[in-house]
């Protein structure tokens, strides 16, 4: 039997793979769920509002659905039989505060404007999706560095 042993969580170096594997199976869900759900309301409406809307839901629960399952599983594992209860505190804190302005304000405004440029449904939302993302992710990887770079500080010791 193979057992994992977390022994300081500040040594552990999470370069791009472990992020792309992490969010990739989210990001194909969500963007799977953000084109059924916005194509999926086309047949009673074609408001770009109601289009885009749709398929954030749709987005936000594929999402973060799979990325739940992934952090609660991380943790079960780390846990070892302990207290699971942190997983959704680790789910919430994963991004931060730039993921609420995304959620709220950049994915909605991006997704709307690409629907109402775009001559289909679907293509609007993939544009908006991709701007969106670009925006978000933009964000995070300045969100994680910045906060790399002050632990780093923080951990220095003075002579």
């Known amino acids: 039997m193979t057992t994992i042993e977390i022994t300081d969580a500040g040594a552990v170096r999470r370069g791009p793979v472990f992020w792309v594997c992490r969010h990739l199976p989210g990001e194909i ?32 629960i594929g999402f973060y659905g799979v990325l739940a399952i ?5 943790h079960s594992i780390a846990a070892h039989g302990r207290d699971r209860r942190g997983a959704l505190a680790l789910l919430m804190a994963e991004f931060g505060p ?29 544009a908006g999706k991709i701007a969106a993302d ?19 500080r923080g951990r220095q010791t003075v002579p």
């Open 29 to 60: 869900a969500g963007t799977a769920a953000l084109v059924l759900a916005g194509l999926g309301v086309t047949v009673w409406t074609d408001a770009p509002v109601t289009i885009a809307l749709a398929g954030l839901a749709g987005a936000v």
């Open 70 to 74: 992934t952090i609660y599983s991380e």
């Open 98 to 126: 730039v993921e609420f302005v995304d959620t709220l304000i950049v994915r909605p405004a991006a997704l709307m404007l690409g629907v109402w440029m775009a001559p289909e449904p679907i293509w609007g939302l993939l």
């Open 134 to 152: 670009l925006v978000f992710y933009a964000a995070v990887a300045k969100s994680h560095s910045t906060r790399g770079s002050h632990a780093a």
